[in-house]
T-cell receptor, first 113, second 111 residues
Framework: IAGITQAPTSQILAAGRRMTLRCTQDMRHNAMYWYRQDLGLGLRLIHYSNTAGTTGKGEVPDGYSVSRANTDDFPLTLASAVPSQTSVYFCASSDTGDSDGYTFGSGTRLTVV | RKEVEQDPGPFNVPEGATVAFNCTYS??????FFWYRQDCRKEPKLLMS???SGNEDGRFTAQLNRASQYISLLIRDSKLSDSATYLC????????????FGAGTRLFVKA
């Protein structure tokens, strides 16, 4: 089934640990995005990539890094997790950019303790 | 002030009711608009795009008012299955990233 796969589904992580959230799409979409969703704040963009090999900072990039080595994969890394990074993380993709709707993955629920 | 604002609700309506949500945006350079639906503990899914001329998809009607900078979503003959959070999304043509999500409006449809 075409779409976006995120892993893990959920994770409890000790503060200070490093963690990589995985995101893979099989739709050959050019653009990919990482959002976090917190109650009352909605979806906030962390990082984005308009095409393989390029990345950009979103609204809340601090403490996160991304890479886009190929079209399909867009991993998000927390170098040293802090409790404020407890959130639901969604990866998304779109075909030609912002004028298209997004396809979202099913999300990763991360709890940093 | 948030760039995209929605009434968080919740809206509690009986089955068969008509319900409308509004969403206001502050950036007049915004160019494209969408409504997404998000079920509890699920990912957002595109419901419909919002065109300048308005558009309709079954029981759902979306409209855009550029002069007043708001978009609306009308749901007619509400079903239990319409219970969800509805997210307003605005694309602006300035800045490094362009897509802004509203925080969502929760809808509960009751029997």
């Amino acid at each position: 089934i075409a779409g976006i796969t995120q892993a893990p589904t959920s994770q409890i992580l000790a503060a200070g640990r490093r963690m990589t959230l995985r995101c893979t799409q099989d739709m050959r979409h050019n653009a990919m995005y990482w959002y976090r969703q917190d109650l009352g704040l909605g979806l906030r963009l962390i990082h984005y990539s308009n095409t393989a090999g390029t990345t950009g900072k979103g609204e809340v990039p601090d403490g996160y890094s991304v890479s886009r080595a190929n079209t399909d994969d867009f991993p998000l890394t927390l170098a040293s997790a802090v409790p404020s990074q407890t959130s639901v993380y969604f990866c998304a993709s779109s075909d030609t950019g912002d004028s298209d709707g997004y396809t979202f993955g099913s999300g990763t629920r991360l709890t940093v303790v | 002030r948030k760039e995209v604002e929605q009434d968080p609700g919740p809206f509690n309506v009986p089955e068969g009711a008509t319900v409308a949500f509004n969403c206001t945006y502050s950036n007049s350079a915004s160019q494209s608009f969408f409504w997404y639906r998000q079920d509890c503990r699920k990912e957002p899914k595109l419901l419909m795009s919002v065109y300048s001329s308005g558009n309709e998809d079954g029981r759902f009607t979306a409209q855009l008012n550029r002069a007043s900078q708001y978009i609306s979503l009308l749901i007619r003959d509400s079903k239990l299955s319409d219970s969800a959070t509805y997210l307003c999304v605005v694309n602006r043509n300035t800045g490094g990233f362009k897509t802004i999500f509203g925080a969502g409006t929760r809808l509960f449809v009751k029997a």
